[in-house]
């Protein structure tokens, strides 16, 4: 298991403890992989993981219509990401962050609003471009562009129904037939980046 999975389920844990913890939260294993790759600080890596993990519940409560309480665990993840940048004591870093996040949830609502009018290569964009929103702001911020490709890969390698229910104009068998076209559109090999 990642570290950073591990560092953000205990932390999140702590703030749950007199709580029942929903077991539909979705942390991204992937995500959590790909930040323990990079030579940044641990805040940061959580702080992501948990805006990840905020903006992704949000996304599935709709798309699974769970109960409405779930939003309060969606709404903990984002308080704790909040947190976390306010430890970060970066500006630099807020800033940016801010920036992506607002970008990532235009984007979303982009494609809510404009599915029926966009082209495949406009949606496969417009998906990618959220999908590597985070990411891309955090090699950004610590200088490490070189390590994009890589990543974009890796994050493509493991696109899932579960990251990617903010198309909730998609049933799940097309979300699965748009990381189909993604993966070979997009040239992936089937590598596994664990190994």
């Not at 630099?92 to 609502?109: G, L, P, R």
């Not at 990617?164 to 189909?180: A, C, R, S, V």
Request: charged content about 20%; glycine content about 2%; cysteine-free.
């Amino acid at each position: 298991m990642s570290k950073t999975f591990e560092l953000l389920e205990k932390q999140m844990n702590k703030t749950l403890i007199h709580i029942h913890k929903p077991k539909n939260v979705f942390v991204n294993r992937a995500l959590s992989e790909i930040l323990d790759s990079l030579e940044i600080p641990t805040l940061s890596k959580v702080a992501v993981l948990s805006i990840n993990t905020a903006m992704n519940h949000l996304d599935r409560i709709s798309f699974y219509r769970f109960e409405r309480d779930a939003i309060l665990i969606g709404d903990l993840y984002s308080a704790h990401y909040y947190y976390l940048i306010s430890q970060i004591q970066s500006t630099t870093f807020q800033k940016h962050m801010s920036e992506a996040i607002i970008k990532i949830n235009a984007q979303k609502s982009y494609l809510q609003n404009e599915h029926q009018s966009l082209s495949q290569h406009q949606l496969l964009e417009t998906v990618l471009a959220v999908e590597f929103g985070l990411i891309d702001t955090l090699l950004n911020i610590y200088q490490l562009n070189t390590l994009k490709e890589e990543n974009h890969q890796r994050i493509i390698a493991h696109l899932a129904v579960d990251q990617l229910t903010y198309l909730n104009f998609l049933n799940e068998t097309q979300i699965n037939q748009l990381i189909d076209v993604i993966h070979s559109k997009y040239k992936y090999t089937g590598v596994d980046f664990n190994e």
